[in-house]
Nanobody, 124 residues
Framework: QVQLVESGGGLVQAGGSLKLSCAAS????????MGWFRQTPGKEREFVEG????????YYADSVKGRFTISRDRTKNTVYLQMNSLKPEDTAVYYC?????????????????WGKGTLVTVSS
């Protein structure tokens, strides 16, 4: 079992950048497929970026293509989400998630473990 704790959220102006961190404990992040999801009130949790356990394949939502990047530091057992060129529509609670499977759809129901989330607010 792995425990996940997100940090790095905050308030940023449109066009700015933030880097979220997801610190894992209990198991190595390299044992899991790792993903970032986000959610706004009244909407379903949506996939943002994902990285397979091998680290060989990265997946992302079209809405963040070219702006966000997921990465992993095995020595720190931490996964990151670098967010550039932020837009007001990126405002959401961002969640880190882990799965023991190879995700076929990178959907929320494929994830086994979740962090509690960190709020990102992008002002216009």
């Amino acid at each position: 079992q792995v425990q996940l704790v997100e940090s790095g959220g905050g308030l940023v102006q449109a066009g700015g950048s933030l880097k979220l961190s997801c610190a894992a404990s209990g198991r190595a992040v390299s044992s899991y497929g790792m993903g970032w999801f986000r959610q706004t009130p009244g909407k379903e949790r949506e996939f943002v970026e994902g990285l397979t356990s091998s680290g060989g394949s990265r997946y992302y939502a079209d809405s963040v293509k070219g702006r966000f990047t997921i990465s992993r530091d095995r020595t720190k057992n931490t996964v990151y989400l670098q967010m550039n060129s932020l837009k007001p529509e990126d405002t959401a609670v961002y969640y880190c998630a882990a799965t023991r499977q190879y995700p076929s759809r990178w959907s929320a129901d494929e994830m086994d473990y979740w962090g509690k989330g960190t709020l990102v607010t992008v002002s216009s």
